[in-house]
């Protein structure tokens, strides 16, 4: 007999969401290179495209909220580089790219390499704080490693000249652009490492691409960098810019100027504060000179003869002058103490058990008062609420009723279940009435009945 093997059924929707999840869960986020094709911006601001090569493409599509932050506009035929999510569209059932970011190719693969070089840097420790080393305060001699024709140079020469027209400046030139670009900076670190002729250098060069600074970005000048023994600036391109250069770096300017005016000292200010050093020494030779003078002169009074006699007056009158000094003394602190003692005395006054038993006392009577005076309100609220409540129940009583002249009249001829008669049909003649009065009842007997 042939066994039955069960097939789950599923429904295309429930198909395509579970190969949805497959596709997200397994692959998720991934870079793809390629060429796009097939480009459409409808007005709603998404972008659809495909993204294909020499054998095969793949729909992709990227939403406004991400393709805002494209630095350029892609068209069709652009060789670009995306990081996106693999997924699928439920609707339609198509297999596709939802592109997070989205940038030139060659691009793309620098800023990828850029950030793996940077990230095994990093974990080496190259970039450490405590291998960075302080820049000189005051320095005679600059070394400059750049470009010997570039603006980056001029610049630099230029601040100097201003600020600092005392500091030597030795170029060290190298290419900072290209192919060899690396390993000329490379040779011209080294050499001013080699000669130590400098107290720091800068590394400079003016701004440009990823690919014009890419030198820069170099683990062999990298490496070089972090041994160096004489400190570093690294002031490569402009403020936005940034190079493994300036991460290894010991200090990092945001532009060639700036890193000349980091390790150079405004010209004015320093006359200042030589003046300002040359006044304060003035001012401690002359304060030197009036403490010498005034020691010379008790010294020589001490060393001056005296009489005897005139010696003993002397201390005789210091004798006096002491016990004057102590009786004024003793005056004093009798006075002091005298002072105290009445303090204390009205202190302990204020503290005395009687003054407190009376201020409690009278605390106990105010508010035996209050609780009187209260007691009564609420007596008479109550009374007058009770007669509130007598009169209006009294205007609702049946015996109220009964006093303005009306009656209440049963029908007794069943003594079983007598009934209040309120129409004539519910009397017979004959039947036993009771009529009940303001004061006293009336037995009575139907003789006629009239609806």
Same mark, same amino acid.
């Given at each position: 007999m042939q066994q039955e093997t069960?097939? =789950?059924?599923?429904?295309?929707?429930?198909?395509?969401?579970?190969?949805?999840?497959?596709?997200?869960?397994?692959?998720?986020?991934?870079?793809?290179?390629?060429?796009?094709?097939?480009?459409?911006?409808?007005?709603?601001?998404?972008?659809?495209?495909?993204?294909?090569?020499?054998?095969?493409?793949?729909?992709?599509?990227?939403?406004?909220?991400?393709?805002?932050?494209?630095?350029?506009?892609?068209?069709?035929?652009?060789?670009?580089?995306?990081?996106?999510?693999?997924?699928?569209?439920?609707?339609?059932?198509?297999?596709?790219?939802?592109?997070?970011?989205?940038?030139?190719?060659g691009e793309g693969l620098l800023?990828?390499?850029?950030?793996?070089?940077?990230?095994?840097?990093?974990?080496?420790?190259?970039?450490?704080?405590?291998?960075?080393?302080?820049?000189?305060?005051?320095?005679?001699?600059?070394?400059?490693?750049?470009?010997?024709?570039?603006?980056?140079?001029?610049?630099?020469?230029?601040?100097?000249?201003?600020?600092?027209?005392?500091?030597?400046?030795?170029?060290?030139?190298?290419?900072?652009?290209?192919?060899?670009?690396?390993? =000329?900076?490379?040779?011209?670190?080294?050499?001013?490492?080699?000669?130590?002729?400098?107290?720091?250098?800068? !590394?400079?060069?003016?701004?440009?691409?990823?690919?014009?600074?890419?030198?820069?970005?170099?683990?062999?000048?990298?490496?070089?960098?972090?041994?160096?023994?004489?400190?570093?600036?690294?002031?490569?391109?402009?403020?936005?810019?940034?190079?493994?250069?300036d991460l290894v770096a010991d200090?990092?300017?945001?532009?060639?100027?700036?890193?000349?005016?980091?390790?150079?000292?405004?010209?004015?200010?320093?006359?200042?504060?030589?003046?300002?050093?040359? %006044?304060?020494?003035?001012?401690?030779?002359?304060?030197?000179?009036?403490?010498?003078?005034?020691?010379?002169?008790?010294?020589?009074?001490?060393?001056?003869?005296?009489?005897?006699?005139?010696?003993?007056?002397?201390?005789?009158?210091? !004798?006096?002058?002491?016990?004057?000094?102590?009786?004024?003394?003793?005056?004093?602190?009798?006075?002091?103490?005298?002072?105290?003692?009445?303090?204390?005395?009205?202190?302990?006054?204020? %503290?005395?058990?009687?003054?407190?038993?009376?201020?409690?006392?009278?605390?106990?009577?105010?508010?035996?008062?209050?609780?009187?005076?209260?007691?009564?309100?609420?007596?008479?609220?109550?009374?007058?609420?009770?007669?509130?409540?007598?009169?209006?129940?009294?205007?609702?009583?049946?015996?109220?009723?009964?006093?303005?002249?009306?009656?209440?009249?049963?029908?007794?001829?069943?003594?079983?279940?007598?009934?209040?008669?309120?129409?004539?049909?519910?009397?017979?003649?004959?039947?036993?009435?009771?009529?009940?009065?303001?004061?006293?009842?009336?037995?009575?007997?139907?003789?006629?009945?009239?609806?």
């Amino acid at each position: 007999m042939q066994q039955e093997t069960s097939t =789950q059924v599923y429904t295309v929707t429930h198909l395509n969401r579970h190969a949805r999840l497959l596709l997200e869960g397994e692959l998720g986020t991934v870079a793809i290179s390629g060429e796009i094709s097939n480009l459409s911006t409808p007005s709603s601001g998404h972008w659809y495209f495909s993204l294909k090569d020499s054998q095969s493409q793949l729909r992709c599509a990227m939403f406004k909220g991400n393709n805002r932050s494209v630095a350029f506009r892609p068209k069709n035929g652009d060789q670009v580089l995306i990081f996106g999510k693999v997924t699928l569209y439920e609707p339609r059932g198509d297999y596709q790219l939802v592109a997070q970011t989205m940038a030139p190719a060659g691009e793309g693969l620098l800023k990828q390499q850029y950030e793996a070089l940077k990230q095994r840097l990093f974990e080496e420790g190259l970039f450490a704080d405590s291998l960075k080393q302080p820049l000189p305060a005051h320095p005679s001699r600059v070394g400059i490693i750049s470009s010997p024709t570039g603006a980056a140079l001029q610049d630099i020469l230029s601040v100097l000249a201003r600020r600092a027209p005392h500091l030597q400046v030795i170029i060290y030139p190298a290419q900072v652009q290209g192919e060899p670009a690396a390993m =000329q900076l490379v040779a011209a670190l080294e050499t001013a490492n080699r000669r130590a002729e400098t107290d720091v250098l800068i !590394l400079a060069r003016g701004g440009g691409s990823l690919e014009d600074l890419w030198c820069f970005n170099d683990e062999r000048l990298i490496r070089a960098m972090a041994a160096s023994h004489l400190p570093i600036v690294s002031a490569v391109g402009h403020e936005v810019d940034f190079t493994l250069s300036d991460l290894v770096a010991d200090m990092r300017a945001p532009t060639p100027s700036a890193a000349a005016e980091l390790i150079s000292r405004d010209g004015n200010a320093q006359q200042a504060q030589y003046q300002q050093w040359q %006044q304060r020494l003035q001012q401690a030779q002359r304060r030197y000179l009036l403490q010498s003078g005034q020691l010379l002169a008790r010294l020589s009074a001490r060393l001056q003869l005296q009489h005897p006699r005139q010696q003993l007056q002397q201390q005789a009158q210091q !004798l006096d002058q002491l016990q004057s000094r102590l009786q004024r003394a003793f005056r004093q602190r009798f006075s002091q103490a005298q002072q105290r003692l009445g303090q204390s005395k009205l202190r302990l006054s204020h %503290q005395h058990p009687a003054q407190h038993l009376q201020s409690r006392r009278a605390t106990l009577q105010a508010l035996q008062q209050r609780l009187q005076t209260q007691m009564k309100t609420r007596l008479a609220r109550g009374e007058h609420q009770l007669a509130l409540a007598g009169s209006r129940l009294n205007a609702i009583s049946p015996l109220a009723t009964l006093a303005r002249g009306y009656s209440i009249t049963l029908n007794e001829t069943n003594t079983q279940n007598s009934q209040v008669i309120t129409a004539a049909s519910q009397v017979q003649v004959g039947d036993k009435l009771r009529t009940r009065l303001a004061q006293g009842e009336v037995v009575s007997r139907v003789e006629q009945v009239t609806e």
